[in-house]
């Protein structure tokens, strides 16, 4: 079973920065694709985006599309989310996600995640 460790969120000013970081363990890093969701107060939990065991695959969310950036690295079990632009609506409890298995273009797939890093952008 993996386990997952979020870190980097925080409180920021809206046009500001912020990088999300999560550390796996437990299985092979390199196996699987990694995803970020966002549960904002209030509302269901939502795609963000994800990227491919070899990290030369990206997918995002429309409405991160331009200011988010997914990254890993695959030597260090880490995966990050660099955040441009922060804007209000961006504040939520974000997660790192893996997938149960090989298929990860759904939601659906992602099975195990972490607990929660929250990102505030005050306007």
């Known amino acids: 079973q993996v386990q997952l460790i979020e870190s980097g969120g925080g409180l920021v000013q809206a046009g500001g920065s912020l990088t999300l970081s999560c550390r796996a363990s437990g299985r092979t890093f390199s196996n699987y694709a990694m995803g970020w969701f966002r549960q904002a107060p209030g509302k269901e939990r939502e795609f963000v985006a994800a990227i491919a065991k070899s990290g030369g695959v990206t997918n995002y969310a429309d409405f991160v599309k331009g200011r988010f950036t997914i990254s890993r690295d695959n030597a260090r079990n880490t995966v990050d989310l660099q955040m441009n632009n922060l804007q209000p609506e961006d504040t939520a409890v974000y997660y790192c996600?893996?997938?149960?298995?090989?298929?990860?273009?759904?939601?659906?797939?992602?099975?195990?995640w972490g607990q929660g890093t929250q990102v505030t952008v005050s306007s």
């Open positions: 996600a893996a997938p149960y298995g090989s298929s990860w273009h759904l939601p659906s797939d992602f099975g195990s």
